[in-house]
């Protein structure tokens, strides 16, 4: 269930690489060029190597009027949609099989604005109506025979949305090659709580209630009580957001995991019927010994008083809400259009992206593995895996000399350390089913796709989600299956199963390139896979084993060493202040990927550093007077250039686990000594404080 990523991405021209059509020299020009115009030269880098490394990237690149920020990661995502696109909207052929043969279909149905304007809401109508219908539109509005488990269960099966609870069948983290149901507290329908119970939230609320009531109109709701009537709903939801923990304070898995039987959890949690709410939704038989997780108990005692006390109405009106906010999106007209004026408030933009850009990115989510089956087979080097491999276990390498030199581990615990460590999985590229095509259909056997009713293909999906996440009870877990799309820009760490992920997507250039110098690559693809590891040792990762279960096996001495460190990393980026809205970050929210970026950094340099020691100094980029000790850390800062509106601001200090980008440059860069030494920043400086911090 549980993994964590790192974004990465870097600013240069990589079209004459990628298409290796230019002369060596020439190319390295061009990127030495790209590097120089990102920067601001009048800068100090050991005052702000943010606006060293981005001041000028910054400067020039506006936001766009349909997107909450703008960064090189972006951009470099665009680009990956435009290949995505293109393979997409080939014509079928012969060498398409059934899974791409949907993929595409999926994707040209949510082209065809034509078809749904024709079709309207008539598939969100047929939703409610198979649901008892949504109260507020209905003038003779009565209780459903289905009672509200049955109710919440349809909800989670037939579209795979948990209202109220989170229910999902996955590994044990206490057993990982056991599928177990586990049980969460509800995902809110805006970014976090903070923004159900801070005052400065009150635009947003507003802006919320303003869009749940157009939307209810648009249905048949009477324009004379719709208002008031869903402002019972807001107050309910308020009361589940007060009730529940914040995600802050979920980071330490063991303390908020607990397995119990069916029957004691309906013991503790009275006030819903757990039996029949499980039974509506997976088919195996469930008795009152069936073992469950729980990740939620005071929100689950909260939630089944406020249930209790609420009036049927309204938990109805509720639930039918979320069903229809989670379809809305993929609607349009006048639908789309309360969307956008929602996300005007809730994020800035001022108009929607285009079409085909959306159509990509839920295609891509909704059908990852044929959609990267199209990519793989003319966008991504081969040779790229290999690479990635060899400088996984450099890393690692690298890691494991820093062990050995930690002072604050004991010695039975490093060993053990150093034994994870050293089992990790290493999942690079795509899985081997891509190239399989009676194994890749396999993957969308029980999905029917038409070519002309968008709506019915993602109700379709949707329920063919929860299917293959419940069919998983009772199955042995299988630690080689794929959890994401390998064509994303992104990395992966998961610590049910051990393992790194370094997806296609992430294995191009701009992030690796066989005519990049080592420091850039090392900067680039190096950091993220220096990141990964280090996930296996953050403040959640350190709790499971090599195996991926979770248990005790630091003492603890060493657990006490290692809070104390991590404190420290809390404290620091407590500090962090952006400038976009005036609000410090939430350490404690983002330690682990602060634990992580920290990390990563030092492991890949040290692993560059033994790479150099081996095969003698790179010559210099020509037109750029910066070592190319300078350069890798220039290389990573530049990875996050980039800059957001207010409102994505205020959204990514609430709800994200990811410090916003130019902390990512200058928390850990102010605690490397390595970049001191190459800055040559004096002890002091803003770059190279007294005081650092040191996990990993």
């Known amino acids: 269930m549980w993994s964590r990523g790192v974004i990465l991405k870097i600013t240069i021209n990589s079209t004459c690489l990628a298409k290796r059509k230019c002369v060596f020299l020439a190319c390295l020009r061009k990127l030495a060029a790209s590097l120089m115009a990102a920067m601001d030269l009048a800068a100090d880098p050991c005052t702000d190597f943010f606006q060293f490394a981005c001041g000028t990237w910054n400067k020039k690149h506006v936001i766009p009027e349909d997107k909450p920020s703008i960064s090189t990661f972006e951009v470099l995502a665009e680009q990956l949609q435009v290949i995505l696109k293109d393979v997409l909207e080939e014509p079928l052929d012969e060498n398409d099989s059934e899974a791409t043969t949907k993929a595409k279909t999926f994707y040209k149905s949510c082209m065809d604005i034509h078809q749904m304007s024709k079709l309207g809401d008539v598939r969100l109508r047929e939703v409610l109506a198979t649901m008892g219908g949504w109260p507020v539109t209905m003038k003779d509005w009565k209780p459903p025979v289905d009672s509200v488990e049955v109710i919440l269960g349809k909800a989670r099966r037939d579209y795979n949305e948990g209202v109220l609870v989170e229910m999902w069948v996955g590994p044990d983290d206490k057993n990982s090659s056991v599928n177990i149901i586990q049980i969460d507290q509800m995902a809110l329908t805006l ?167 959306m159509c990509v990115e839920w295609t891509n989510k909704k059908f990852g593995m044929a959609v990267s089956a199209l990519f ?210 939430n350490g404690k929210m983002t330690q682990g990927e602060n634990i992580a970026d920290n990390g990563g950094l030092k492991q890949s340099f040290r692993a560059y550093r033994k790479w150099v020691k081996q095969h003698g100094p790179e010559p210099d980029l020509p037109g750029l007077n910066l070592t190319h000790d300078q350069l890798f850390f220039l290389n990573y800062a530049q990875i996050w250039c980039g800059s957001m509106r207010p409102e994505d601001a205020l959204n990514k200090v609430r709800s994200s686990v990811h410090a916003p980008g130019p902390v990512r440059v200058l928390g850990p860069l102010s605690n490397s000594l390595d970049f001191a030494k190459a800055y040559s920043c004096p002890l002091g400086s803003p770059m190279n404080p007294i005081n650092k911090c040191n996990v990993w």
């Not at 690079?428 to 709506?455: A, C, R, S």
Request: proline share 3%; charged share 25%; net charge negative.
């Open 191 to 357: 970014p976090s709580r903070d923004y159900y119970l801070k005052a400065n939230s009150q635009g947003d609320m507003e802006a919320y209630h303003r869009l749940m009531t157009r939307i209810a109109l648009l249905l048949g709701a009477d324009s004379d009580t719709a208002r008031d009537e869903l402002q019972k709903v807001i107050d309910f939801e308020k009361k589940l957001a007060n009730v529940s923990v914040a995600e802050a304070d979920r980071h330490d898995t063991s303390a908020i995991y607990e397995q119990m039987t069916l029957e004691q959890l309906q013991k503790a949690i009275p006030h819903l019927d757990w039996g029949t709410y499980l039974r509506s939704i997976i088919d195996v038989p469930i008795t009152d010994s069936e073992p469950v997780v729980i990740y939620a108990m005071s929100y689950l005692r909260g939630m089944g008083e406020i249930l209790a006390e609420t009036d049927t109405r309204v938990v109805h009106n509720y639930v039918m809400w979320r069903l229809v906010y989670a379809i809305i999106p993929h609607m349009i007209d006048e639908y789309n259009r309360a969307s956008v004026d929602f996300r005007r408030i809730l994020q800035g933009i001022l108009s929607e992206r285009h079409r085909w850009s």
């Open 376 to 585: 793989i087979r003319d966008n991504f080097n081969h040779e790229s895996k290999e690479v990635a491999l060899n400088m996984i276990h450099t890393i690692r390498a690298a890691f494991n000399e820093l062990l050995a030199d930690n002072q604050w581990m004991d010695d039975e615990t490093r060993a053990v350390a150093k034994e994870k460590a050293d089992a990790m999985n290493e999942r690079i590229g795509y899985p081997d089913l891509l190239k399989q095509p009676d194994e890749l259909n396999k993957e969308y056997v029980k999905l029917n796709i038409t070519k002309d009713d968008f709506i019915m293909n993602v109700l379709h999906v949707l329920r063919h989600e929860a299917y293959r996440n419940h069919q998983l009870l009772r199955q042995p877990v299988n630690k080689d299956k794929w959890s994401t799309e390998p064509a994303i820009v992104n990395a992966f760490y998961n610590p049910n199963r051990n393992d790194i992920v370094i997806p296609a997507g992430i294995l191009q250039p701009l992030f690796y390139s066989q005519h990049f110098p080592k420091s850039l690559n090392y900067g680039g693809i190096g950091v993220v896979i220096g990141h990964e590891i280090t996930h296996g040792f953050d403040d959640k990762g350190r709790q499971f084993d090599k195996d991926g279960n979770m248990m005790q096996w630091w003492n603890n001495a060493t657990v006490k060493a290692f809070r104390e460190r991590a404190q420290c990393i809390i404290d620091q980026y407590n500090k962090f202040k952006i400038k976009e809205i005036g609000m410090n970050i």
